[in-house]
């Protein structure tokens, strides 16, 4: 992991496309500003978790030849 110190109003690049710049630092909350492309997805980690969660579910939810049937008609 690379640990970087900012200030407020100050970034960093990731490539050639993506900015994250420090918007502002209260207590130990640290508010941060995205610039992305947005063929990029942003997601806070928990969600992305979740997100990567219903995938494997929906992956391996046993299908029912009922519906695949009336899906094809």
Known sequence: ?????RKINESIMIGNNIEITILEI???QV????NAPKSIPVYRKEIYLQ???????AASAEINGDVLK???K
Do not use: Y
């Not at 992991?1 to 110190?5: I, Q």
């Not at 997100?51 to 579910?57: A, D, F, G, T, Y």
């Open 1 to 5: 992991m690379l640990a970087l110190t």
């Open 26 to 28: 209260r207590g130990d």
């Open 31 to 34: 508010k941060i500003g995205i």
């Open 51 to 57: 997100i990567l969660e219903s995938n494997k579910e």
């Open 70 to 72: 009336e899906l094809f």
